[in-house]
């Protein structure tokens, strides 16, 4: 029994490890990426599955091995996984509609025609 309580507390121990792993990659991918679209794709994507392999780690930790269901830790868990990839979609439409430049070796940009059709119908004499 030791043996396989030993064996789950090391896969809680790699599944933090991977949360912690994967926002370092995030942070590394807003140092290094050329654009705020990539870079809030980097802070959207890693960093909202590395807070959550985090969390969800210690929620599993206290839940096996210290008998207590944390309630905070499964709001944190709901609010990142709601509140970071909405943000980061927001604040990338908002860098666009404001004319923030994209990269320039960037191949397609299917955001323009979008909009372009949407500034036609909402006035048809331009």
Known sequence: MEVIKTIVEL???????????????SSFGLIRLPDVYLRSHAAAKSATL????????AFLYYAFFLDYISAKLLLGI??????SPLSAHLTGRAAYRTGVPLWNRRIQ??????????????????
């Open 50 to 57: 590395g807070v959550l392999c985090v969390l969800s780690g």
């Open 109 to 126: 940009d299917d955001l323009k025609e979008v909009l372009e059709k949407e500034r036609i119908k909402s006035d048809p004499t331009a």
């Open 11 to 25: 896969l809680f121990a790699l599944l933090i490890l991977t949360g912690a792993l994967l926002s370092a990659v």
């Open 78 to 83: 709901v609010f990142v996984f709601m509140t």
